[in-house]
């Protein structure tokens, strides 16, 4: 903890060394503070704090003057970590890069972000533009909002969220809260949206520790969480409208759609139950549809963009001007969603300063080409906009116009192209454009193949864009030893990196560790912990490691109950493991099963038709012993040698056996012996017994 810190403790009043989580005297806990007066604070030359305008459990917001800005734009507020994240490489890199992707952003309805940076004292902070206005949430609490009013602020919002999702960017953290309100130059009100990507940095997907601030909130804001951020799975754009549709509910009816005694309980509510409706009119009707469509717990069966939700909200406001009995008449028709025309304001508005040759203007240009937003869709116009903002280095329409080169959308695909404008990109900083330079080096797209430039930019995607998917990559990287020398614990390190984003295949391997004690400290209740976040999002094979540990580990004996029907869910869902443990507990009679040869050997031949040795072992055990089968030597002897040919050493054994027993045809003497020491090598007892007593023969 850097010296701008100490621990305090709000019962006593008491400040400690920053090493300790409880007060020593009361045992209450501690929160990080800021204990240097603003002025003592070294933000640059740039920057004078002046007064404290807002904390809570993990930040504090200063205002403050930008001296190098013109009159009239010097206020700022200056947002600062209070959670020791300059010594907390994780917490430092979700910062940093989520303050970038903020900064890079520019709408009239975003706060804008004018320098992030660490402090000479080890102090991140982020400097935006001072907001002199309210919170939507104040205006709720006041019940001083109408209708048609918050639903103009929350279409604004809206429309600053699609700029955001254009970029590849997702709030998390909609709350009203988080919504400003403030005078625009009409001299009316517009809303205004703060706090872009925070709630990443802290409410970790699959490891979401819920902590109260000293406000009374929850990190990741539970009243607004999409079910699949609750469930720790992945979000996406479909998560902001769900978020955003919470916003629109609360604004309708003064109370969010979900409310409860704890946060676990809201939690469980947004996972499992529908919102209660609330309209008694047909303009309140109207709302509500919209709104529902929005909260649907089912991602995909929300809007298809938050630009739709947007588009239903506008038609929605019109609703708004016309008499009870006509909005009553226009809910009973089915209305097709409106096309934007190339007429909408906001396409004139950006080809006019496009054309004037603003580069993040040509930017927003191409994508709505590309996308097909207020015009008819047009990759090559789309392609022709991207040059001409990456003619004036503006690094993201560079790396977008390697996408163009590489997919071969809107011009001739061309890999050498395509590692041109990426490599362009990166020398900007663009961290997007690592990871497609890691595929040109991966696999000699553009250039020679690399192995060790490719880890380089895989790194640097995973590091700096903190990139799910390349962490994913890294792990399997380290784990199975490929590009790099085997490393389980740094396997460990990235698999843990992804599965706290939400990535289930990175969730699974993280299990698998924890389960084998590779990379970390055994620890089942982990595993299962990480079995159970890859099994919501859908990983057959975590059905099938669940019930197998519930089954055999006696730590989780009081899961045994359980164990069935997960192992009954993996085969059902394909899982040829899942099918080969269930011929385990028939064959055995377990789990509340009784011993059933026959149903064993048929649930041993399906596993074994998709190739799973295991099972091809047990049917060799099976026609040896004639337990389901008629017994036969032979086909037991078949079963075994297709194991064995699968790497299976106590199929090796078995037919080694087999062939000293006369019970086939004898084996050469050299397969004889090879399948022994083999056996033997990998730690057969009978088998090192049988090879010492031959060797001391021979």
Same mark, same amino acid.
């Given at each position: 903890m850097?010296?701008?810190?100490?621990?305090?403790?709000?019962?006593?009043?008491?400040?400690?060394?920053?090493?300790?989580?409880?007060?020593?005297?009361?045992?209450?806990?501690?929160?990080?503070?800021?204990?240097?007066?603003?002025?003592?604070?070294?933000?640059?030359?740039?920057?004078?704090?002046?007064?404290?305008?807002?904390?809570?459990?993990?930040?504090?917001?200063?205002?403050?003057?930008?001296?190098?800005?013109?009159?009239?734009?010097?206020?700022?507020?200056?947002?600062?970590? &209070?959670?020791?994240?300059?010594?907390?490489?994780?917490?430092?890199?979700?910062?940093?890069?989520?303050?970038?992707?903020?900064?890079?952003?520019?709408?009239?309805?975003?706060?804008? $972000?004018?320098?992030?940076?660490?402090?000479?004292?080890g102090v991140?902070?982020?400097?935006?533009?001072?907001?002199?206005?309210?919170?939507?949430?104040? &205006?709720?609490?006041?019940?001083?909002?109408?209708?048609?009013?918050?639903?103009?602020?929350v279409?604004?919002?809206?429309?600053?969220?699609?700029?955001?999702?254009?970029?590849?960017?997702?709030?998390?953290?909609?709350?009203?809260?988080?919504?400003?309100?403030?005078?625009?130059s009409?001299?009316?009100?517009?809303?205004?949206?703060v706090?872009?990507?925070?709630?990443?940095?802290?409410s970790?997907?699959?490891?979401?520790?819920?902590?109260?601030?000293?406000?009374?909130? $929850?990190?990741? =804001?539970?009243?607004?969480?999409?079910p699949e951020?609750?469930m720790?799975?992945k979000?996406?754009?479909?998560?902001?409208?769900?978020?955003?549709?919470?916003?629109?509910?609360?604004?309708?009816?003064?109370?969010?759609?979900?409310?409860?005694?704890?946060?676990?309980?809201?939690?469980?509510?947004?996972?499992n139950?529908?919102?209660?409706?609330?309209?008694?009119?047909?303009?309140?009707?109207?709302?509500?549809?919209?709104?529902?469509?929005?909260?649907?717990?089912?991602?995909?069966?929300?809007?298809?963009?938050?630009?739709?939700?947007?588009?239903?909200?506008?038609?929605?406001?019109?609703?708004?001007?016309?008499?009870?009995?006509?909005?009553?008449?226009?809910?009973?028709? =089915?209305?097709?969603?409106?096309?934007?025309?190339?007429?909408?304001?906001? /396409?004139?508005?950006?080809?006019?300063?496009?054309?004037?040759?603003? *580069?993040?203007?040509?930017l927003?240009?191409a994508h709505?080409?590309?996308?097909?937003?207020?015009?008819?869709?047009?990759?090559?116009?789309?392609?022709?906009?991207?040059?001409?903002?990456?003619?004036?280095?503006? +690094?993201?329409?560079?790396?977008?116009?390697?996408?163009?080169?590489?997919?071969?959308?809107?011009?001739?695909?061309?890999?050498?192209? +395509?590692?041109?404008?990426?490599?362009k990109?990166?020398?900007?900083?663009?961290?997007?454009?690592?990871?497609?330079?890691?595929?040109?080096?991966?696999?000699?797209?553009?250039?020679?193949?690399?192995?060790?430039?490719?880890?380089?930019?895989?790194?640097?995607?995973?590091?700096?864009?903190?990139f799910?998917?390349?962490? /994913?990559?890294?792990?399997?990287?380290?784990?199975?030893?490929?590009?790099?020398?085997?490393?389980?614990?740094?396997?460990?390190?990235?698999?843990?990196?992804?599965?706290?984003?939400?990535?289930?295949?990175?969730?699974?391997?993280?299990?698998?560790?924890?389960?084998?004690?590779?990379?970390?400290?055994?620890?089942?209740?982990?595993?299962?912990?990480?079995?159970?976040?890859?099994?919501?999002?859908?990983?057959?094979?975590?059905?099938?490691?669940?019930?197998?540990?519930?089954?055999?580990?006696?730590?989780?004996?009081?899961?045994?109950?359980?164990?069935?029907?997960? &192992?009954?869910?993996?085969?059902?869902?394909?899982?040829?493991?899942?099918?080969?443990?269930?011929g385990?507990?028939?064959?055995?009679?377990?789990?509340?099963?009784?011993?059933?040869?026959?149903?064993?050997?048929?649930?041993?031949?399906?596993?074994?038709?998709?190739?799973?040795?295991?099972?091809?072992?047990?049917?060799?055990?099976?026609?040896?012993?004639?337990?389901?089968?008629?017994?036969?030597?032979a086909?037991?002897?078949?079963?075994?040698?297709?194991?064995?040919?699968?790497?299976?050493?106590?199929?090796?054994?078995?037919?080694?056996?087999?062939?000293?027993d006369?019970?086939?045809? *004898?084996?050469?003497?050299?397969?004889?012996?090879?399948?022994?020491?083999?056996?033997?090598?990998?730690?057969?007892?009978?088998?090192?017994?049988?090879?010492?007593? &031959?060797?001391?023969?021979?």
């Amino acid at each position: 903890m850097t010296a701008a810190f100490r621990k305090h403790c709000a019962g006593c009043n008491r400040t400690f060394s920053g090493s300790l989580t409880s007060c020593p005297h009361d045992g209450s806990h501690l929160n990080s503070t800021l204990v240097i007066a603003p002025g003592q604070l070294k933000l640059g030359e740039r920057y004078q704090l002046l007064q404290e305008i807002g904390r809570g459990g993990m930040g504090v917001i200063y205002r403050g003057i930008d001296k190098s800005a013109e009159e009239g734009k010097k206020d700022v507020a200056i947002k600062m970590l &209070l959670a020791d994240a300059g010594s907390d490489e994780v917490m430092y890199k979700r910062f940093m890069a989520e303050a970038r992707a903020a900064s890079s952003l520019s709408h009239p309805n975003i706060v804008a $972000v004018r320098e992030f940076a660490v402090s000479s004292q080890g102090v991140p902070f982020m400097v935006m533009d001072y907001l002199d206005g309210m919170p939507l949430s104040e &205006l709720i609490k006041k019940s001083s909002i109408i209708p048609e009013l918050a639903l103009k602020f929350v279409i604004e919002v809206a429309d600053a969220l699609s700029h955001a999702h254009n970029r590849g960017i997702v709030h998390r953290d909609l709350k009203p809260s988080n919504i400003m309100i403030i005078k625009d130059s009409d001299n009316g009100h517009k809303a205004v949206l703060v706090d872009f990507g925070i709630a990443k940095i802290f409410s970790l997907p699959g490891n979401m520790s819920l902590r109260l601030t000293q406000t009374g909130e $929850v990190f990741g =804001s539970p009243l607004y969480m999409s079910p699949e951020q609750c469930m720790g799975q992945k979000v996406d754009y479909r998560s902001d409208i769900y978020s955003l549709g919470c916003v629109l509910y609360e604004c309708c009816t003064g109370h969010s759609p979900f409310e409860g005694e704890n946060f676990l309980n809201v939690i469980f509510k947004h996972i499992n139950e529908a919102p209660a409706n609330f309209a008694n009119t047909a303009k309140q009707e109207a709302f509500e549809r919209i709104i529902m469509k929005a909260l649907s717990k089912n991602a995909d069966d929300r809007y298809s963009s938050m630009a739709e939700f947007k588009q239903q909200m506008e038609r929605c406001l019109k609703l708004m001007c016309m008499e009870e009995s006509e909005v009553k008449a226009s809910l009973g028709q =089915s209305v097709p969603v409106e096309e934007d025309t190339g007429d909408d304001h906001m /396409f004139l508005r950006t080809l006019n300063l496009a054309e004037g040759g603003l *580069a993040s203007a040509q930017l927003d240009l191409a994508h709505i080409y590309k996308e097909g937003l207020y015009v008819e869709k047009n990759d090559e116009l789309a392609y022709e906009w991207l040059l001409k903002a990456a003619q004036q280095g503006l +690094a993201e329409a560079e790396c977008r116009l390697g996408d163009c080169f590489y997919d071969g959308e809107g011009v001739e695909k061309d890999s050498d192209k +395509a590692f041109f404008w990426y490599s362009k990109a990166a020398e900007h900083d663009y961290p997007p454009a690592y990871y497609s330079l890691y595929l040109c080096y991966r696999f000699g797209e553009g250039t020679e193949a690399d192995l060790e430039k490719a880890l380089h930019y895989c790194i640097l995607s995973a590091d700096k864009l903190d990139f799910d998917y390349a962490q /994913f990559l890294l792990g399997t990287f380290y784990e199975g030893g490929e590009i790099v020398e085997p490393d389980l614990e740094r396997a460990a390190y990235w698999y843990k990196m992804a599965a706290n984003q939400g990535n289930a295949d990175a969730q699974f391997a993280l299990a698998q560790l924890y389960e084998n004690g590779q990379g970390v400290e055994a620890d089942i209740l982990e595993a299962e912990r990480w079995f159970l976040r890859a099994a919501e999002q859908g990983v057959v094979e975590a059905f099938t490691s669940l019930g197998y540990i519930y089954w055999t580990h006696k730590d989780l004996v009081d899961k045994q109950g359980e164990a069935l029907n997960y &192992l009954e869910e993996g085969k059902r869902n394909g899982s040829n493991w899942a099918t080969y443990y269930l011929g385990n507990v028939h064959y055995h009679g377990e789990l509340g099963v009784s011993r059933n040869f026959k149903e064993a050997v048929a649930l041993y031949r399906k596993a074994a038709a998709k190739d799973n040795p295991s099972s091809m072992y047990m049917l060799g055990e099976c026609y040896a012993r004639g337990n389901g089968v008629v017994q036969d030597y032979a086909a037991s002897a078949h079963w075994y040698g297709e194991a064995a040919e699968r790497g299976y050493y106590l199929a090796k054994w078995e037919l080694y056996c087999l062939s000293r027993d006369k019970k086939i045809k *004898a084996l050469s003497e050299e397969e004889s012996r090879k399948y022994l020491t083999e056996a033997a090598e990998c730690g057969v007892g009978d088998a090192q017994a049988e090879l010492a007593r &031959l060797l001391r023969e021979e």
